[in-house]
């Protein structure tokens, strides 16, 4: 059984899927998501032009697809044998479902903002490119410009804006001191075994901020082991290869991760469940949730440097925090007082009492309320 990854070197989840198939060692090729592609398999498979996807050859008359990087890294590891990228201990389980949502969900906002701040010609390029593979480079980069006008006018959502530039680059800043350090003392985030979190960050981390030249350059300079972690959990590895720290350790520089979590994500993750809990009222369950429910007043940045910006209400986010909830929910007494305790050591108390405003699921490839 085999895999085919249909993405490009430019877009953030195809780095998070490659990066974690290279290290699973499933056999898998990429095909790069061509204009021709979208046609001919992406919008026929999935409905939406939307990447990563992955095509399972398992033997069905199609083969099984898959949408969303989560997805398909669970349902890798439900078919792969071998190490899997999930501890199997509560508090690191905890922790690396929270922090693949940190940077799923919210290092893609300084993903975004240094990618069309500092590196806008070089990802136009690289857009042209993967669009349109056969054209000269400056027929690849003036075929992009449209491309390039939707998804860097989309930084606005995520609350970039004059206001809010300097808190999000100090709280990047922030970031990478706290990681590097971190990264001095272990080879990834729980040991020397790639977790789903080293995962989540890497999305943001390698393919827009250390591969985008300016970010790049940024990133090396400030915090060089990021980099080279981010080289290392993306390039062709030995695969299933090291080990959790034991006795379900968290280190202090996760500890320290956790810590931005709760301070800058997870107030809007509360707000966001009370938007969609008012949206939800009176949906039939099955319904499609819309993917911005509004815009609400949102504090972003570090310490002193935060702001409060204006931001889209972004309910996927839910569902990634719904794989939280539902980890911990699942938990016998003793080892729910244990990651209730870190929780509570990190500034993330209030996920203890948090009740999700509604079920979500992922059906057809979008997000809905449950059935």
Same mark, same amino acid.
């Given at each position: 059984?085999?895999?085919?990854l249909?993405?490009?070197?430019v ?6 899927? $490659?990066? /974690?198939?290279?290290w ?5 090729t990429? $095909? ?8 001919? *398999?992406i919008?026929?498979r ?6 990563p996807?992955?095509?399972?050859? @398992?033997?069905?008359?199609h083969g ?15 078919? &792969? ?6 501890? *199997? ?8 479902? !929270? ?8 290092l893609? !906002?300084?993903?975004m #903002? /240094? ?6 010609d ?8 993967t ?19 939707f998804?860097?006018g ?12 300097a808190?999000?680059? +100090?709280?990047?800043? *922030? ?11 272990? @080879?990834?985030?729980?040991?020397s ?5 080293? /995962?989540?960050?890497l ?16 990133m $090396?300079? %400030? &915090?060089?082991?990021?980099?080279? =972690?981010?080289?290392?959990? #993306? &390039? ?6 090291? *080990?959790f ?12 991760l956790?810590q ?9 993750l ?10 939800a009222?009176?949906? +039939?369950?099955?319904t499609?949730v819309?993917? !911005?429910?509004g ?6 940045? #570090?310490?002193d ?8 209400i972004i309910? /996927?986010? %839910? =569902?990634m925090?719904? $794989?939280v ?11 729910? &007082?244990?990651v209730?305790e ?6 993330a ?15 057809h490839f ?6």
């Open positions: 059984m085999t895999y085919t249909i993405g490009t070197p877009s953030l989840y195809s780095g998070k899927v $490659r990066g /974690y198939l290279r699973k060692n499933v056999a898998f990429e $095909r790069l998501s061509t204009r021709e592609v979208y046609k001919a *398999d919008l026929p999935v409905g939406w032009p939307v990447i996807v992955v095509i399972h050859e @398992d033997g069905s008359a099984t697809t898959l949408q969303d990087s989560t997805d398909i890294i669970d349902h890798v590891e439900a078919c &792969a044998p071998g190490p899997s990228v999930y501890p *199997d201990t509560p508090r690191q389980r905890l922790a690396a479902l !929270i922090l693949e949502l940190f940077g799923d969900e919210w893609v !906002i300084p993903a #903002h /240094y990618r069309w701040a500092y590196n806008r070089f990802a136009q390029q690289e857009f042209g490119a669009s349109h593979p056969h054209l000269s480079p400056d027929e690849q980069f003036a075929a992009a410009e449209k491309a390039v006008g998804f860097s989309s930084v606005g959502g995520l609350g970039v804006n004059p206001n809010s530039v808190a999000i680059e +100090a709280a990047y800043e *922030d970031f990478l001191a706290v990681f590097d350090d971190h990264l001095g003392e272990h @080879d990834t985030l729980f040991g075994r790639p977790s789903i979190a080293d /995962y989540g960050l999305g943001p981390l390698y393919a827009h901020l250390l591969r985008d030249p300016k970010s790049g350059e940024l $090396r300079r %400030l &915090a060089p082991r990021v980099a080279r =972690w981010a080289e290392a959990c #993306h &390039a062709p590895q030995h695969g299933l290869t090291g *080990d720290l034991p006795d379900d350790e968290i280190p202090s520089g996760v500890a320290r956790l931005r979590f709760a301070a800058q994500q997870l107030p809007v509360l707000d966001t469940a009370e938007a969609l809990r008012s949206w009222e009176g949906q +039939a369950p099955g499609e819309p993917r !911005i429910l815009f609400h007043k949102a504090v972003i940045g #570090h310490g440097s935060q702001v409060e910006t204006d931001r889209a309910p /996927y986010a %839910l =569902w925090l719904q $794989r909830t539902d980890f911990r929910a699942s938990l016998g007494a003793e080892a729910r &007082a244990s209730d870190m929780l509570r050591n990190t500034g108390a209030k996920l203890i009492d948090f009740v999700p405003p509604a079920r979500l699921q992922r059906r979008k997000l809905a309320l449950a059935d």
